[in-house]
Nanobody, 127 residues
């Protein structure tokens, strides 16, 4: 089992920045592909970013491309989501997700491909 704990959420004004962290622990936590999803109020959960377990390949959704960055530190079993130039429409609960993967270069962009989820962290952006 892999346990995921998110941190770093909060409230900011539009144009501000936040960095989310997701710490993974448990068995095989060091060869997991990881991703970030978010669920805005009253909407479905959506893909935000994903990164392979090697860290060499990553993908961002069109809505955050150029503003968000995903990275990971495998020595710390932690993945980060750096969010810059935040907009009110980024307001959501952000979830970290993981799946064990034997392929170091692969990332995943759909919910069904992930097997482990964090509890979520709230991000609120005011105008």
């Amino acid at each position: 089992q892999v346990q995921l704990v998110e941190s770093g959420g909060g409230s900011v004004r539009a144009g501000g920045s936040l960095r989310l962290s997701c710490a993974a622990s448990g068995r095989t936590s060091n060869n997991t592909a990881m991703g970030w999803f978010r669920q805005p109020p009253g909407k479905e959960r959506e893909f935000v970013a994903a990164i392979s377990w090697s860290g060499r390949n990553a993908r961002l959704s069109d809505s955050v491309w150029g503003r968000f960055t995903i990275s990971r530190d495998n020595a710390k079993n932690t993945v980060y989501l750096q969010m810059n130039n935040l907009k009110p429409e980024d307001t959501a609960v952000y979830y970290c997700a993981a799946r064990v993967d034997l392929v170091s270069s692969r990332y995943y962009t759909t919910e069904s491909e992930y097997t482990h989820w964090g509890q979520g962290t709230q991000v609120t952006v005011s105008s």
